[in-house]
């Protein structure tokens, strides 16, 4: 086993080692190398980078690390979302990132169900995305132990969107997003975004690629034949990272990609390919064009279900995703500037958590579904009925006047469903600064003795307004139709109104 011991471009006093076997781990543009603890890896570029390129790796690894260091939830986006590169070095004229190992949860520990080809690799996000490697008939399909449920998949969409509001945040533009530069773990609701080296600085550092294919922006397409000096050349940009991102949520929750429809552009295969996701992209399920809808003969055998926009249309992610996914692949294809911002992505997903029904089945794969908004609730994966009422919630604020108002965010009530402070008081807002006493569960809805109750754990100030009782700590209510609970009377303090369904 041979150490070789390297020395950090940004400061030469400090040296990192790698072990050299000769056989690294290759990946599109770089080799990696584990260092002799597997704390940290070493990824050279195959190809010797020019000045410009050089130049960006050092602000990458300085100034927007140190900037995430030091702002907001850095440990959060540090540990949880990004694994960003921390130094740099350099060696034979070839230069090389450190980079912070992958955690264990984001290796397969099992694989395809019948084959161990699969362990110890990286759960890359693309596998997560195709309804072929969860089919019980399909050769290679995934060991259910590896997929999750289908709220695994909001989460993960959660963390990938956070990702990228960040980095706009900060002035920066992904140009390559993609399910290949994502590790996903279903299991602990996880996402990484990875290889991090090639980000947008909008006037400083141009992109060096276009993207990956399926999540390039039409726009992007459409001008490629353009020199790159040419004005009306579109290349990547925080636009173009919105699209990806669109695509990204879209895939993990309905497993099929919003262009890829049964409409032939053209009998040439690229020129084809160019004007599927270019100039004639259309959204499968656009609600007045159905010349791109899925042709069911053009499926596979694997992806029948889940192809077929038919048996899961995009409206069964809800009223916040569901608009949301309108915007981005009807309005926002032509029109970049009408794509959902990835805060806006953010809000609908976090909405759309609190809104999730369980299904009582339990040879159901996806566990949960969006409800409905009917008075008998069924499960678009499985087709089982909810058997039992449900409380669905609305949430009240008080506006400037004093008057309680709809906040457009509601419960839907489900065994062991928790409650926090971002629902006690708006005061508090649920995103990636909550503090751990924040994230603490503060009430807990139970279904017991054929009633649904809502037990009150650190809450001061709950009130049953429907039968002026203080609702003190461990007090219990039982929900019923109209009830009207206030959770807290300070500033700030939101209301409950329940409806059976």
Request: hydrophobic content about 35%; cysteine-free.
């Given at each position: 086993m041979n150490i070789v011991r390297v020395y950090s471009i940004v400061d030469t006093s400090k040296t990192?080692?790698?072990?050299?076997?000769?056989?690294?781990?290759?990946?599109?543009?770089?080799?990696?190398?584990?260092?002799?603890?597997?704390?940290?890896?070493?990824?050279?570029?195959?190809?010797?980078?020019?000045?410009?390129?050089?130049?960006?790796?050092?602000?990458?690894?300085?100034?927007?690390?140190?900037?995430?260091?030091?702002?907001?939830?850095?440990?959060?986006?540090?540990d949880e979302v990004f694994r960003w590169p921390y130094d740099a070095v350099e060696k034979n004229g070839l230069i090389g990132v450190v980079v912070p190992i992958y955690t264990p949860n984001f290796f397969f520990k099992k694989g395809y169900q019948m084959h161990n080809t699969l362990i110890g690799g990286e759960k890359v996000g693309k596998w997560f995305t195709s309804p072929s490697f969860r089919n019980k008939q399909f050769p290679f399909n995934l060991d259910k132990s590896e997929l999750g449920d289908w709220s695994s998949y909001l989460d993960i969409s959660l963390n990938i969107t956070r990702g990228i509001k960040k980095m706009h945040q900060m002035g920066l533009a992904h140009s390559d997003l993609s399910y290949n530069n994502i590790l996903v773990d279903p299991i602990t609701k996880s996402a990484n975004i990875i290889d991090l080296d090639g980000l947008v600085v909008p006037g400083m550092f141009p992109?060096?690629?276009?993207?990956?294919?399926?999540?390039?922006?039409?726009?992007?397409?459409?001008?490629?034949?353009?020199?790159?000096?040419?004005?009306?050349?579109?290349?990547?940009?925080?636009?173009?990272?919105?699209?990806?991102?669109?695509?990204?949520?879209?895939?993990?929750?309905?497993?099929?990609?919003p262009l890829r429809g049964g409409k032939i552009w053209d009998i040439d295969s690229d020129r084809d390919e160019i004007m599927a996701m270019g100039e004639r992209a259309l959204f499968i399920e656009h609600p007045e064009n159905s010349m791109n809808r899925v042709k069911l003969n053009q499926?596979?055998?694997?992806?029948?279900?889940?192809?077929?926009?038919?048996?899961?249309?995009?409206?069964?992610?809800?009223?916040?995703?569901?608009?949301?996914?309108?915007?981005?692949?009807?309005?926002?294809?032509?029109?970049?500037?009408?794509?959902?911002?990835?805060?806006?992505?953010?809000?609908?997903?976090?909405k759309t958590m609190d809104i999730l029904q369980d299904c009582s089945n339990v040879n159901c794969s996806e566990k949960w579904f969006v409800f409905d908004n009917t008075s008998k609730p069924t499960c678009p994966f499985c087709g089982e009925k909810v058997h039992h009422n449900v409380p669905v919630i609305d949430i009240y604020c008080k506006n400037r006047d004093g008057v309680w108002k709809l906040d457009n965010h509601r419960i839907v009530v489900s065994d062991r469903k928790t409650l926090h402070q971002w629902h006690v008081t708006k005061n508090i807002i649920n995103n990636e600064n909550l503090t751990v006493e924040d994230k603490k569960a503060v009430a807990t809805f139970v279904y017991e003795n054929g009633e649904w109750v809502l037990?009150?754990?650190?809450?001061?100030?709950?009130?049953?307004?429907?039968?002026?009782?203080?609702?003190?700590?461990?007090?219990?209510?039982?929900?019923?139709?109209?009830?009207?609970?206030?959770?807290?009377?300070?500033?700030?303090?939101k209301l409950l109104y329940v409806t059976m369904v």
């Open positions: 990192y080692e790698y072990v050299d076997d000769g056989k690294p781990k290759q990946g599109g543009v770089k080799d990696v190398y584990f260092s002799p603890k597997r704390d940290y890896v070493i990824a050279f570029f195959r190809n010797k980078q020019d000045d410009n390129q050089k130049e960006r790796i050092k602000k990458i690894v300085t100034l927007y690390h140190d900037n995430i260091k030091k702002g907001n939830a850095s440990t959060y986006y540090l992109p060096e690629v276009i993207g990956t294919a399926d999540f390039i922006a039409p726009e992007v397409l459409k001008t490629k034949h353009l020199t790159l000096t040419d004005p009306k050349r579109i290349l990547p940009n925080q636009k173009t990272d919105l699209h990806a991102l669109a695509i990204l949520i879209y895939m993990y929750l309905l497993r099929r990609h499926l596979n055998k694997w992806d029948t279900f889940w192809g077929n926009p038919e048996k899961v249309p995009y409206t069964v992610l809800g009223p916040y995703l569901g608009e949301l996914v309108k915007r981005a692949f009807v309005e926002g294809l032509e029109n970049p500037m009408m794509r959902p911002m990835a805060n806006e992505w953010e809000g609908a997903l976090l037990i009150n754990q650190s809450v001061q100030g709950m009130k049953d307004m429907s039968d002026q009782v203080d609702v003190l700590i461990n007090d219990r209510i039982v929900l019923a139709h109209d009830k009207k609970i206030l959770l807290s009377g300070g500033e700030g303090g």
